[in-house]
């Protein structure tokens, strides 16, 4: 079929195009209009409209794109370059309406809204138009796009995708909104270097990211913020943006629009005549997309409150502040969390120096003392600076004195604050925060004698379900008002924010949780006794308290570290009893700890203890309870090597209990008489007591009794040269021991009879011996057998001239008692490391460990060791003075037969 072209449309399209291309050439822009619009005239609709086929398809598409859309754009320019802008934005409307995007067609909208003077349009349509080119992935088409706004007069800031930005174009600013920085920050380099990684600020380019820092009130996080955005500013060029939301001060807490509002303020000052109020979220989100600003968020009070902000700020560095770990935004977003501690004391003491200045180099002891009551907190720390630097005249010593009271410095204010601005009024903006049912927790808290506290204690306080508690215990830790410790369920109270939980609580009628209090401590450590000595009966406990649920235990091993791990808090609630008239529960408590705290030798808090429940069983009339409380406080005390005081407790109680009518008391009471007379090397009037005790324990079917008694009588015995008398007993103390299960008991027989098989030189039974010991050690925690099979081993060891296990064996020895306060065993292990050092020729190291165990003996009444000690000292000196053979007490025990057993009658 052939036609003539001039008929057909596409054909005289095709000539006018071309005729426009030749006026182009020759700047005719008017001919050029007229000949395209000729041309618009013609095109009805794509050519060949209703063939459909790939060949006709792929032949519209190469008009499209190679004549008609290059004719278009064409059409514009010559617009433009004939002012004639009205015309050309409409083609480019209209265009835009037929075939959607095309670069050249942005390019030239670009072109024109320049030429109009709408700069700040032309900018916000260039960022959102690049933008979603990169997230298409049409990197290409996004350069080209940067080429062509880079060209046109006056640009905007260029653009750099993933880098902190360059510095903007006139009509623009650039932000720095930071405070001033705080000097003398001591204690945080380690989390500023973690900020540096995180966030890519040691690199050229910093890397977006979003980072909480997050810890209880007056620990610092602003401060922190602040110091590492001033150090990092050189590289964000294009500013820094700060803002309080206020989420825990006084007033109302900024919203979302309104920080948008600062920030486009901050950037731009022009942008409230230019911006509409409708578009503002998206023109901050386009401006810091294209100038990445560094942005810290102070103060947030929830995910709430900073979640609709995060999205506008994806290609910058954000930091935020917190005193909630704002969960729920973290999941969301994955930003990473850094917590704030308090500092330790070397830090804080620097810190309190360095803002005190020169007086605090004369007093460092006072300044030591003012850190230490501060618990780290940079707050308390600068307050109390402030306090000392307006009162110059007054020494700091004083000031230590004044601030002893953790109430005095809670309401510790800076000078002429309105609002106040101390530590109880940053606590009060967390616990305003708080719900009323958490609000109700932490108040009991202030209740608690101690720092440290399980979720079941805390469900004593408060008399609420376990459960509930634990709730409000995980909201209290999410605010930083607890910190969790190793486990999961024990929190720790700063003992400032303790302070205040307890202010809380003042003046109020708090006996019915005090009640539960002293009653879940006291029937916990019970029931952890029971479970750890089954054989042991405790005493007498007043009924749990209503609201109270006491501890149960799986195992005996983790009731026994409960009574270790809440030895200090057990110590508080004893002093909490006998403070707020519970004596009833305050007497027994010691006694349900005693045995394990015992086995690990801490007999120095077993001693303060029983001292308290003396003490409160004699204001309760408790006259028995009285008695056997002072006769273990005077075995406990002879443990320690204090036999004075000790007999001071045991003749006490020997005279109470004589009105009583419990043989078993009396003769448990009377055998430690006899341990003391023993111990003091009166050994006729020790050994008349036993036997005396050893005839009354016959008649009470109490083989545990009656072990302790033989065990005794061997001691005293072998120290009256009658060893084969002694070994008697040990054999029946043995037997006796195997009969009820007590292995320390044991432990101390087999160490007795190998001691006295080295006496005969039975070296072979001596071994027997002490390889039963430590076959019963791998059973047993208890300390003080502990250090019995080290002296016997050691000892062994060197008669067998095994010199460096005699040396390992005894310096562990001299470890396990300085670890459990035990002098006389400290030296007795001193006494024969020094004897090893002599043999082996070492006589400066023996002279040094024999002084040692001579000073640890210094004021004790164990005359056999000093005596003995004085010789060997004497010897290596030259002097050659003879002091008859004599063995002191190093065998006594923490037996349990000279505990007092409540249930005996």
């Known amino acids: 079929m052939h036609a003539d072209k001039n008929l057909i449309d596409y054909y005289r399209l095709r000539e006018t195009i071309s005729d426009s291309h030749r006026h182009a050439r020759q700047n005719d822009h008017e001919k050029v209009c007229a000949c395209i619009e000729q041309a618009i005239a013609l095109w009805n ?66 072109t024109l809204m320049t030429r109009l003077g709408r700069r700040d349009d032309a900018y916000l ?49 650039v932000p720095r909104q930071l405070p001033r920085d705080v000097p003398n920050l001591i204690g945080r380099d380690a989390l500023i270097g973690r900020l540096d990684a995180i966030t890519g600020t040691t690199a050229a380019d910093p890397s977006p990211a979003a980072v909480l820092l997050t810890g209880p009130p007056g620990i610092g996080k602003t401060t922190v913020a602040v110091r590492w955005a001033h150090r990092s500013a050189q590289r964000f060029p294009c500013g820094t943006l700060f803002t309080d939301l206020r989420g825990f001060a006084p007033g109302i807490p900024q919203t979302p629009a309104e920080v948008v509002d600062r920030f486009l303020a901050a950037l731009d000052p022009s942008a409230d005549q230019r911006f509409s109020t409708g578009n503002r979220t998206e023109q901050l989100r386009a401006l810091l997309a294209e100038r990445p600003a560094l942005v810290i968020l102070d103060n947030a009070a929830n995910s709430d409150q900073i979640e609709p902000l995060l999205n506008l700020f994806a290609s910058c560095v954000v930091l935020i502040t917190s005193r909630n770990s704002l969960r729920k935004a973290s999941t969301r977003y994955h930003f990473a969390t850094l917590a704030l501690h308090p500092l330790p004391l070397p830090a804080a003491t620097a810190l ?26 940079p707050l308390a720390l600068a307050l109390i600076a402030e306090h000392a630097a307006s009162r110059t005249g007054v020494p700091l010593r004083g000031l230590a004195t004044q601030l002893r ?78 910190e969790q410790r190793e486990e999961i369920d024990r929190f720790h109270l700063h003992d400032l924010v303790h302070a205040y939980a307890a202010h809380l609580c003042a003046g109020q009628d708090h006996r019915a949780a005090r009640h539960r209090i002293a009653s879940f401590y006291l029937h916990s450590a019970a029931r952890a006794h029971e479970l750890v000595f089954p054989h042991r009966p405790g005493p007498p406990l007043p009924p749990v308290a209503p609201g109270c649920e006491p501890l149960t235990y799986a195992t005996a091993d983790e009731a026994e570290q409960w009574c270790l791990r809440e030895a200090e808090t057990l110590a508080s609630v004893l002093r909490y009893a006998t403070q707020h008239g519970l004596d009833d529960h305050a007497w027994p408590l010691p006694h349900t700890t005693l045995f394990v705290w015992d086995r690990h030798g801490r007999y120095p808090a077993i001693r303060a203890g029983l001292e308290i429940a ?32 000790a007999r001071d407790h045991l003749y006490r109680a020997l005279d109470i209990i004589s009105e009583s009518d419990n043989p078993a008391f009396r003769v448990v009471v009377q055998l430690n008489v006899a341990r003391l007379e023993h ?54 103390a043995l037997r006796l021991r ?72 005894a310096r562990e020895a001299i470890a396990l008692a300085y670890k459990t306060h035990n002098p006389v065993k400290h030296a007795l292990a001193l006494e024969i490391l020094g004897k090893i050092y002599h043999a082996e020729g070492e006589s400066g190291k023996a002279c040094d460990a024999w002084t040692i165990a001579a000073g640890l003996l210094e004021g004790k009444e164990e005359h056999a060791a000093t005596v003995r000690i004085s010789r060997h000292l004497a010897d290596i000196n030259g002097a050659h003075t003879f002091v008859p053979a004599a063995r002191d007490a190093d065998a006594l025990a923490a037996d349990p037969a000279a505990r007092i057993n409540f249930t005996r009658k």
């Open 738 to 809: 195997e009969q009820v299960g007590d292995l320390p008991g044991q432990i101390a027989a087999h160490v007795e009879l190998a001691d006295l098989a080295c006496l005969r030189d039975d070296h072979p039974a001596a071994q027997q011996h002490a390889d039963q010991a430590r076959t019963l050690l791998a059973r047993s925690h208890d300390a003080d057998a502990r250090l019995r099979v080290l002296l016997l081993i050691a000892r062994l060891r060197h008669e067998q001239e095994n010199p460096d296990e005699a040396i390992q064996h």
């Open 45 to 110: 609709d794509l050519p060949l409209a209703d063939v459909h086929s790939p060949w006709a398809d792929n032949w519209r598409r190469a008009v499209l794109a190679d004549e008609w859309l290059p004719a278009n754009d064409l059409l514009v320019d010559s617009y433009l370059e004939l002012g004639q802008f009205d015309m050309a934005l409409r083609r480019l409307n209209d265009l835009h309406r037929e075939h959607g995007f095309t670069l050249s067609g942005t390019q030239r909208r670009l």
């Open 405 to 482: 009271d953790h109430d005095e410095l809670l309401f510790l204010e800076h000078e002429a604050d309105t609002p106040p601005a101390g530590l109880a009024a940053a606590f009060a903006c967390s616990y305003e925060a708080l719900s009323p049912s958490a609000q109700r927790t932490f108040r009991a808290l202030g209740l608690h004698p101690g720092t440290d506290i399980g979720v079941h204690a805390a469900a004593a306080c408060t008399g609420e379900p376990v459960a509930a508690t634990r709730r409000n215990l995980d909201a209290l830790h999410s605010a930083h008002l607890l």
């Open 679 to 732: 111990e003091t090397q009166r050994l006729s009037t020790a050994l008349d007591l036993l036997v005396r005790c050893d005839r009354l324990a016959s008649e009470l079917d109490d083989p545990g009794l009656e072990a302790g008694i033989a065990h005794q009588l061997g001691e005293t015995l072998r120290a009256m040269h009658d060893r084969v008398a002694a070994q008697g007993h040990f054999e029946r």
């Open 125 to 173: 349509h260039y960022v959102s138009t690049r933008q979603r080119l990169l997230r298409e992935g049409d990197d290409e088409s996004a350069d080209a796009l940067k080429r062509h706004y880079d060209t046109l007069a006056a640009p905007a800031p260029r653009s750099t995708a993933h880098s902190a930005g360059t510095p903007p174009s006139s009509h623009s600013r």
């Open 352 to 377: 309190l120096s360095a803002r005190i200045g020169d007086r605090a180099k004369y007093e460092p002891g006072p300044v030591r003392d003012l850190a230490r009551r501060c618990g780290g907190l």
């Open 614 to 645: 003396a003490a409160a069983a004699a204001r309760c009339g408790e006259r028995e309870a009285e008695a056997g409380t002072l006769n273990d406080l005077g075995h406990t005390l002879m443990l320690m090597g204090e036999h004075d005081h």
